[in-house]
């Protein structure tokens, strides 16, 4: 977050260096989280309602193509993180269309480029760039009418906490540091390719939930007690979805061990 503010500073320190600037939709919202970790009135709804389309995000996106144009770099945007899904051809389908409409609002809004999670989404992501981008870069598109203030690149987005968006956090956090710990730094979860600022985002986001003792939208309040019970009936439904032997071998334990230190500490760890 604090690099938003400093976007044409980087670009010139850099100079001849540099490429461009990348707009990462969960790298924003994890620094955002650490950055205000101890404001109340700056709690996020839960992950998966934080999409592009948020103001704050948008006025980041925005920002960030008019800066890297104005100053002749190029404008890249996030990942999309789907990865096909093989033996559901339903469920691909709306994977792959949310990831053209992604790539279309990308393209239009100026982006020179993008990046994918799977090599099968390639194809998916250059027939949008090159049907709406059909020069090299969209360098001369200078974004002239984009006017963001401060307040709009810090202003909560709007939502909800729902218990299956605060017991997602809690699968795919501890699924990915499991497998973190055995050496993997890039993981699969439910078809999407997930990395360490996934973990960040969740641990951070519950972290703060039971900080400030936020209310889910059935209206339980977060807590110790819930959170150490939901967990643990998190954990046994992993359990059974992967079996015992799995579940062991797979540093599960460890993981949670740290999972709940790190979501528990009294004060949230950089």
């Known amino acids: 977050l604090p690099a938003v503010f400093e ?11 540099i490429a461009g600037l990348n707009c990462g939709r969960w790298d924003y919202i994890f620094s955002y989280l650490k950055t205000f970790r101890a404001h109340r009135d700056r709690v996020l709804p839960e992950r998966g309602q934080v999409t592009m389309a948020a103001p704050f995000l948008k006025a980041y996106s925005e920002l960030l193509i008019q800066t890297c144009h104005r100053r002749g770099a190029h404008a890249m945007v996030g990942m999309a993180a789907q990865i096909p899904i093989s033996g559901d051809e339903v469920a691909n389908a709306k994977a792959m ?24 989404l390639v194809a998916v992501a250059r027939q949008i760039f090159d049907e709406h981008m059909p020069t090299p870069n969209q360098a001369s598109r200078l974004r002239d009418d984009v006017k963001v203030t401060r307040d709009e690149l810090i202003a909560p987005a709007a939502g909800t906490i729902t218990r299956t968006g605060f017991l997602n956090n809690i699968d795919v956090c501890v699924r990915y540091l499991a497998a973190w710990l055995d050496g993997l730094g890039c993981v699969p ?9 996934t973990a960040e985002i969740s641990r951070s986001q519950i972290w703060q939930q039971l900080h400030f003792g936020a209310t889910l939208e059935d209206g ?31 540093r599960f334990p460890e993981a949670i061990e740290i999972f ?10 950089p």
């Open 220 to 250: 339980q309040v977060v807590t110790r007690a819930l959170f150490d019970r939901l967990l643990a009936e998190e954990m046994e439904r992993v359990k059974g979805e992967i079996g015992p032997d799995n579940y062991a071998a797979g």
């Open 97 to 120: 269309e949310r990831v053209r409409a992604d790539k279309l609002r990308e393209v239009k809004a100026g982006h020179d480029g993008t990046w994918v999670a799977h090599p099968a």
């Open 7 to 17: 976007m044409h500073e980087i670009l010139h320190a850099l100079k001849g260096r």
């Open 260 to 269: 709940q230190s790190l979501s528990t500490a009294d004060t949230l760890s």
């Open 189 to 197: 979860i439910h078809h999407l390719m997930e990395d360490a600022a």
